[in-house]
């Protein structure tokens, strides 16, 4: 989620009114947070298997996101991407691909920058998006795609789901794209779980698989209130 995934190991950790920020709005602003965003990430053991894990650091993710897609309209942004001053706090994220060609990320930004109330006011103003990104075979890669927002269950604390469907399309290939953003704020930090289905699989999102999700967010929540602690 660009705010820019029930775990009992984390649920007894938490306490969602000392550490979940929800204010109807917010400056910039860093964590006081005494760790590296690298070393607060969910190892690989928490992944379903069968993937491949990646752990990237702040260095990496820029490079990786070097140049940002085309996205119209322009107020649709901040929904594609995160806002240019959360790109400045430090970050990591891990990134895990499975066979099927689905992917999941979790992220974590050691700042805030934006609300839910912001959020809900950038999916209410941005129902529809196209995106446009050069690959790097020279061809581009084109997303229609329709925003929502939910309210996932069973999060230890307050999180937004923003829920990208539609249709990805390179060439004269179309598959169908669902793109499944849950994050939270926690102790000023900013978490979020991304799975992203393309083909079959993009419209087949059932009960456990929005468990899964809200058991990696719970149990990344818990890292971040513990370093906060700590």
Do not use: H
Not at 11 to 20: E, K, Q
Not at 74 to 97: H, L, M, P, W
Not at 182 to 195: E, K, L, P, R
């Amino acid at each position: 989620m660009t705010l820019s995934a029930c775990s009992d190991d984390s649920s007894d950790n938490a306490d969602p009114s000392a550490s979940a920020q929800t204010s109807s709005s917010s400056e910039p602003t860093a964590a006081e947070l005494d760790a590296r965003a690298e070393d607060l990430m969910l190892p690989e053991s928490e992944f379903p298997g069968g993937g491949t894990y990646v752990v990237m650091d702040k260095a990496a993710i820029d490079a990786d996101n070097e140049s940002d897609p085309e996205v119209t309209p322009t107020g649709c942004a901040n929904i594609a991407d995160e806002t240019d001053a959360s790109k400045q706090f430090d970050r990591a994220k891990v990134k895990y691909d499975l066979e099927d060609g689905s992917t999941i990320e979790t992220q974590v930004i050691l700042g805030q920058d934006g609300s839910f109330e912001e959020l809900e006011n950038d999916i209410a103003s941005c129902p529809a998006m196209t995106m446009r990104d050069d690959l790097p075979d020279g061809s581009q890669l084109v997303a229609e795609m329709e925003n929502s927002l939910e309210d996932p269950q069973g999060t230890t604390v307050p999180a937004k789901t923003v829920v990208s469907t539609g249709t990805a399309t390179v060439g004269a290939d179309t598959l169908p794209l669902t793109i499944r953003s849950t994050g939270a704020y926690v102790d000023g930090v900013t978490v979020s779980v991304d799975v992203t289905l393309i083909g079959e699989d993009a419209g087949t999102w059932g009960t456990a698989d929005e468990a899964a999700v809200v058991d990696l967010l719970n149990k990344q929540i818990a890292i971040v209130q513990d370093a906060a602690n700590a």
